[in-house]
């Protein structure tokens, strides 16, 4: 497992790299990216805290004005050091402040413990925050902050609070 783990924390690497290297421009006024994070899992349990990866799909192209403003759908995958696995899909909105973002999200998912925490249930939502900053005219670098629960579907809700540090690359 351990041989696993180096694999997908390399890809992930090399993805950045890949993203921030390349010079990649818009094709329309909506544009679609990916998000890399990494960041500590249940950062306020100290046995059960651990590092955390993450690769999260945006597609603005698909965006709905809503009362709360642009609404696009995400996608995406959180890995632990201890191998738990969260596959979620979602939504989120950005609100834009000059060369700074809030966006906040919504994203209901599989949960998988792995070796790691047992959040009471195989359904988990997340909500979270972010705050960047555009490097550019397709990259922004942000932190975010999340909770995850099951909304007391199982036995348990011990919920977990995590931070993460974002890089979105835009397409």
């Known amino acids: ?20 290297l390349t010079n990649i421009s818009f094709a329309e006024e909506k544009a679609s990216g990916l998000k890399f994070y990494t960041g500590m899992f249940d950062f306020s349990d100290e046995g059960a805290k651990s590092q955390l990866f993450g690769i999260q799909h945006q597609n603005s192209n698909l965006y709905r004005n809503t009362f709360l403003g642009e609404v696009s759908p995400i996608t995406g995958a959180m890995l632990t050091a ?53 490097l550019g005219e397709s990259t922004n670098l942000g932190m975010s902050y999340n909770h995850v629960s099951n909304a007391s579907l199982g036995d348990k809700n011990p919920g977990a609070n995590s931070y993460s540090f974002n890089f979105l690359k835009k397409f």
């Open 82 to 134: 201890d191998n738990a696995v969260y596959l979620y899909s979602g939504i989120e909105t950005n609100y834009s402040l000059g060369l700074f973002n809030i966006t906040p999200s919504f994203t209901p998912g599989y949960y998988n413990k792995g070796d790691g925490k047992d959040l009471g249930h195989g359904l988990e939502f997340k909500s979270e925050v972010q705050v960047s900053v555009d």
């Open 1 to 20: 497992m351990y041989f696993f783990k180096m694999k997908i924390k390399a890809l992930i690497l090399q993805l950045i790299l890949c993203f921030f």
